[in-house]
């Protein structure tokens, strides 16, 4: 078919209608043709040349061209299998025989591969004789369909062998003829050099069967490190496939030597046990296995569990019935004198089942003697009720082509004792076909049979069992999931009867909280892998909702395929590791409190050293100044700040629980009113600053320095948070009554009379889950270098040991409302005033002190205001030499620093008063635990200062000690 029309009209004119509609025709034909790569051909038989268009040459894998050739060359390209029926087709249609060629056959593309293609045409002209002349077609690559066909056939194929194979093990009754007819029929199955049955015993995986042409008989043995494949699937469950074995560094040398390259091992799964696993081998480099023979292996290893579980079945009742007839026969042996053993019975019956012979022993199987048999029909032991079907039996095994029978049926035994026998049958025929006789072996089987039923009581006890497990366990259809049965334990974790969900699936009782869950759980079942412990989400009946531990694996019973489902409820257990590690985060909580005990202990000794030089020589500069100097309201402002400074080292101990802090009845308005002052004298100008202070707040029982901790604390990290163009902080102080509904609102507040501290700002606020850590130590939303994370932590600790409670409101864009409630006092309770500095300073009358001291600021002030109040002193800086200074002079007072390099001080003071007992000893430090206290008084220490010391609290020690 040409692709254009030639015009057959009048240059200038326009075509017919028709010659339009032609062409239009004939291109929507090409288009057709074209889409679904159907391909024209047009064979001239006149000069032997074939004309293929180029949908042909796309359909080859070539260049879109037109082919012309000879038939000859295209026969050439045709699979041998299908030429001579190609050609007996075409020679059937070029002779008048019939009037359509169609044909299916095999063509080698340009890639060297087979294509399948549905030839069909017909003679399109033929001579006077009726011979074509020219024939015309198409061709169809059905390549696609054939695959499938041919797949769908290979997989029937296998399922028939398979079928086939489960029938023939079946049959058979030792473990080991089972394992080893497995072996050889799974080698052919899947094409196998080598296939190995190993099953797990104990640690070690034993090789039990081979089967295939090459038969290794390495590894029959094998702890985890010496088959490690083998382990990793029996361990994970899972196949386990290598490509390319020889390279593998923990494959086996022996199956290296053999040349094995592509390696695939299957579990064999029975329930949630693997018995051991299903090994296959092949020598072929890159001869892997694809994805059907991966899903046949997984067949034949369910199919591998199967027949081992009833091996061992029959091999139990084997053993039960071996250990009676082993009892009987000691029976025998001792009240029989040593009677021969019991043989298996035999007879031979004619054509028309009359016995012809009898061995001695079917005596002892039947009770009939041979003389009673011979003669008579074989029928005649069969008891009546099996005797109908016995007969049909044989009367079709003599009928049909089968040479052999086995059949089983109860006889009566002389003296009407019934048994159960098994009759194995072997035909004879003559050369016509024709029955000549019957060889039969006669044995005793009631004890299996008595073993079977055992087996079926024990299958009722398991059911017994199933309903009496503690642990929920359903049992469900596959792949539908449809309840057939579930314990009393599933009845009480769930709450649903049994009537309720039989025949539903959970589902539709919609048991799953995250249903997304069951769909992967049925996913992975679908893929072949059983869960085990899998966590997941369910809901009781009554909507509640547990954690458990879920357990599903697949299995048949009665034919039919199953699942079978146990679930742990493991929800008190989440819920104790939750505690748990409620309990650890509070733990490590403390343990980062202890750590920045251990650092603020540090940084008040240190800090404390420096202000006692500060403050001591600011004191002597206020006691040389005449109070008129214009020098002396700078002199008091250093003594003032130092002393604030003091305050806030003890507030830095107090925090890290180093020391108490110092409380007592006060009014928050005077205490606030001067944080203020501080405040508006160090924020920028772009800050405003507002109070409100009710001056009727009654008094609290606080620490005046650390309320003024608190203040500075929240307010500097207002300021923080306000905006670089400025914005506002409010400070309020006022009287509040906490009712009962405040309070269970807010249960850290307790209810009464209360006065509330509040610091808000209008500056960036903060989110949820930012407010939720605002209080942890080191915690800060500051970049780098701006922040420590400490304030609000210390503020927090600040308000609790007080008794009072902290609340925060923020909204990010919109600012922080801090209300801090601490309990008031009655107003008859005094407020603690300030201890008034004394006036007139105790002094000395010419008392000789030694002064010991590593820090010479801290030293040399402390003998400075000692000689300044009339003390004669001697300071010294290293204690050994101190030791040497005590030694050679009569000094009336030891003063001396605790921490220091070399000896520290409560050793100086022991040695001190071993020579000159009652010495006067005065201790200082930056910092002295509560512990310590106790140890230096213990040793005769009479006064403990904490540094820095005011001039009243030093002068009023060397008083006391001198004195007493």
Not at 224 to 240: G, K
Not at 330 to 356: L, P
Not at 513 to 531: C, F, I, Q, V, Y
């Amino acid at each position: 078919m040409s692709s254009s029309v030639e015009p057959n009209h009048p240059p200038g004119e326009n075509p017919p209608a028709a010659q339009i509609g032609s062409r239009r025709r004939d291109e929507a034909l090409l288009l057709a043709l074209d889409a679904t790569l159907t391909s024209i051909w047009d064979y001239d038989l006149t000069t032997g040349l074939l004309t293929l268009d180029a949908n042909w040459s796309r359909m080859c894998s070539g260049p879109a061209e037109t082919t012309v050739t000879r038939i000859e060359n295209l026969i050439a390209r045709l699979h041998p299998d299908d030429r001579l029926r190609a050609h007996r087709a075409t020679l059937a249609c070029v002779t008048g025989r019939t009037d359509v060629y169609s044909e299916e056959y095999r063509v080698l593309d340009e890639h060297a591969q087979w294509i399948w293609v549905h030839t069909r045409g017909r003679a399109s002209h033929r001579d006077a004789t009726g011979r074509a002349t020219r024939m015309i077609g198409t061709n169809i690559d059905i390549t696609q369909r054939k695959t499938s066909e041919l797949a769908a056939s290979r997989q029937i194929e296998f399922l028939n062998a398979l079928n086939q194979t489960t029938l023939a093990l079946l049959q058979r009754r030792a473990k080991s003829e089972i394992l080893e007819a497995l072996a050889v029929r799974a080698a052919g199955l899947l094409d196998s050099a080598q296939v190995e049955v190993a099953l797990v015993e104990g640690d070690e995986i034993v090789t039990h069967a081979f089967g295939g042409t090459v038969r290794t008989r390495g590894g029959t043995r094998a702890r985890r490190e010496e088959a490690v494949l083998s382990w990793r699937a029996v361990d994970s469950r899972e196949a386990v496939f290598v490509e390319r074995y020889a390279a593998l560094p923990e494959g086996s040398s022996i199956y290296r030597q053999a040349q094995f390259q592509a390696v695939a091992l299957f579990p064999i799964l029975h329930g949630q046990r693997c018995l051991g696993v299903l090994g296959f081998l092949r020598e072929r480099s890159g001869h892997g296995f694809n994805e059907e023979e991966r899903q046949k292996g997984r067949l034949l290893a369910q199919l591998a569990a199967l027949v081992i579980h009833n091996a061992d079945i029959y091999e139990d009742a084997v053993r039960v019935a071996a250990e009676r007839t082993a009892a009987l026969n000691e029976h025998e042996r001792v009240f029989h004198n040593f009677i021969e053993k019991i043989n298996q019975g035999f007879y031979i019956a004619d054509r028309r089942s009359v016995f012809t012979y009898c061995n001695p022993a079917i005596s002892h199987v039947t009770g009939w003697s041979e003389a009673e048999l011979l003669g008579t029909s074989a029928f005649r032991l069969v008891a009546p009720e099996d005797r109908p079907r016995v007969i049909a039996l044989y009367r079709q095994l003599a009928e049909s082509a089968k040479n052999d029978a086995v059949v089983e049926f109860r006889i009566e035994a002389k003296g009407g004792r019934p048994i159960w026998v098994e009759q194995s049958t072997v035909v004879q025929r003559d050369r016509d076909g024709r029955v000549a006789g019957y060889r039969n072996f006669l044995r005793d089987i009631t004890e299996r049979r008595a073993a079977e039923a055992a087996l079926r009581e024990s299958e009722a006890m398991f059911k017994g069992v199933f309903d009496a497990s503690p642990i929920p366990i359903i049992l469900l259809s596959y792949p539908e999931g449809r309840i057939q049965a579930m314990n009393q334990a599933s009845v009480s974790v769930f709450g649903f009867s049994r009537e309720e969900v039989v025949g539903k699936t959970t589902s539709e009782l919609n048991v799953w909280s995250d249903p997304a869950e069951r769909d992967t759980l049925m996913r992975k079942l679908a893929e072949g892998h059983n869960l085990h412990m899998a966590e997941v989400g369910l809901r009781r009946r009554d909507g509640s909702l547990i954690d458990v531990l879920y357990n599903v694996g697949r299995l048949m019973i009665a034919g039919r395929p199953c699942m079978l489902a146990s679930v742990i409820d493991i929800t008190a257990q989440k819920q104790a590791e939750s505690a748990l590690r409620k309990s650890e985060a509070k733990l490590r909580q403390v343990q980062k409190m202890e750590s920045l005990g251990t650092l603020a202990g540090g940084i008040a000794h240190d800090f404390n050293n420096i202000l006692t030089g500060i403050l001591g020589f600011a004191h002597l500069c206020q006691a040389d100044l005449d109070p008129a100097h214009p020098a002396a309201n700078w002199i008091d402002g250093i003594l003032k700040s130092g002393e604030r400074a003091k305050g806030l080292v003890q507030q830095i101990l107090t925090f890290s629980r180093k020391t108490e802090s110092i409380r007592g009845p006060i009014r928050l308005q005077f205490v606030t009113q001067e944080s203020l002052a501080l405040l508006r004298s160090t924020l920028p100008a772009m800050v405003r600053l507002e109070a409100a202070i009710d001056p009727a707040c009654p008094p609290v029982m606080a620490d005046p320095t650390e309320i003024h901790q608190v203040i500075l604390n929240l307010c500097t990290n207002a300021w923080h948070a306000l905006p670089d163009i400025g914005g506002q902080i409010e400070v309020r102080l006022q009287p509040e009554t906490v009712d009962a509904a405040f309070a269970r609102e807010h249960p850290a507040v307790k209810p009464g009379p209360q006065v509330r501290l509040s610091v808000r700002d209008n500056g960036k606020g903060m989110n949820a889950a930012t407010l939720e850590r605002i209080f942890d130590p080191f915690f800060t939303t500051k970049e780098a270098g701006k922040g420590t994370g400490l304030g609000l932590a210390v503020v927090h600790s600040i308000v609790e040991s007080h008794g009072g409670a902290i609340l925060v409101q923020s909204t990010p864009g919109q600012g922080t409302t801090f209300d801090i409630f601490l309990p008031a006092l009655a107003e008859s309770a005094p407020a603690e005033e300030p201890p008034a500095a004394s006036a007139n300073l105790l002094r000395g009358q010419g008392q000789s002190l030694l002064i010991v001291d590593d820090e010479a600021m801290s030293g040399t002030v402390i003998a400075r205001l000692a000689e300044k109040y009339g003390y004669r002193t001697t300071y010294c800086d290293d204690p050994l030499q101190a030791i040497a200074l005590l030694y050679a002079n009569d000094f009336d007072m030891l003063v001396t620093d605790l921490a220091m390099p070399g000896l520290p001080g409560d050793e100086l003071a022991r040695q001190a008063l071993a020579r000159k007992p009652g010495l006067p000893v005065l201790m200082l430090s930056g910092f002295i635990e509560p512990a310590t206290t106790e140890k230096l008084r213990g040793l005769g220490v009479r006064e403990i200062l904490n540094k820095p010391p005011t001039a009243e609290d030093l002068l009023g020690a060397l008083h006391r000690c001198l004195r007493a």
